[in-house]
């Protein structure tokens, strides 16, 4: 018999993981709050539902990915006027918590369902929204070693790496850590290649030349920033698509929290957070562009 699982925020990352898990042969309760995403979820074959109440009903998993970490404590905590979603998900069931939040709202969500002798982890993932549609995510969890090891058959569904960090928030504290080098890479990325096209370069060669010299990065590997480079990617489709902008500020923003916190010297992550607030708050508002459209804060006429 199949296991079930509630999948709560469709948006462009959930919509393929949910997906996913219906092709690994789980049964998908599916909401969201957007009409189109749960026709899109219908479509992969998932039964969308009217509320985070009904998905859970009978789940033997909870997967959630929600934008902000107020947001993921409002659906399992509750808020003024609204119902905690723990309050009704059943005690056998598993909670993998896939929003990328500070490990502070991560610690506060596991620690009451906790109270409810509901298990819980923190999975943030990595790989950006192609990966979540091929099933290649990468996943960071916090959580204990027998629920890291429960929540395995769910991750491998949708995931091709899963990492046990730590206990409940440690796989946010990898995350933010792993985003963090990501906005560095790519903003010095971008800033090496516009210097060569300003003096003359093909970024195409350029390119080629970097990869296999120690310059070489993620960013320029598999993310080129320039239009026309590489295929498949933002940059080629108008920054459409990917991990917007808006999003690299959040994360960026949870370092910053995690170094005051911790009493860390993030200088150039403090940096690439500077330069992508200019970029997103240029002469139009960027925030919906995929985050290496950063390569137009450089270009000369931009």
Sequence with gaps: MSKTVAFIGLGNMGGGMAANLVKAGFKVNAFDLMEANLKAA???GCTPVDCSKRAVEGADYVVSMLPNG??????YIGAEGSEALLDVIPKTALVLDCSTVAPANSRRVGAEAEKRGI???DAPVSGGVAAAAAGTLAFMVGGSEANFEASKPVLEAMGANIFRAGDVGAGQVAKI?????LAIHMAGTAEAL???IDNGLDP???SDIMLKSSGCNWSLEKYNPVPGVMEGVPASNNYQGGFMVDLMLKDLGLAQEAAIGSRSSIPMGSNARNLFNLHKNGTEDK???DFSSIIELYAKGL
């Design 70 to 75: 107020a947001i993921v404590e409002a659906v």
């Design 119 to 121: 298990q819980f982890v």
């Design 194 to 196: 516009q210097l060569g």
């Design 287 to 289: 925030g919906g562009k």
């Design 177 to 181: 850590c792993n985003n963090m080098l």
């Design 42 to 44: 219908a479509d992969a």
């Design 204 to 206: 195409k060669v350029l």
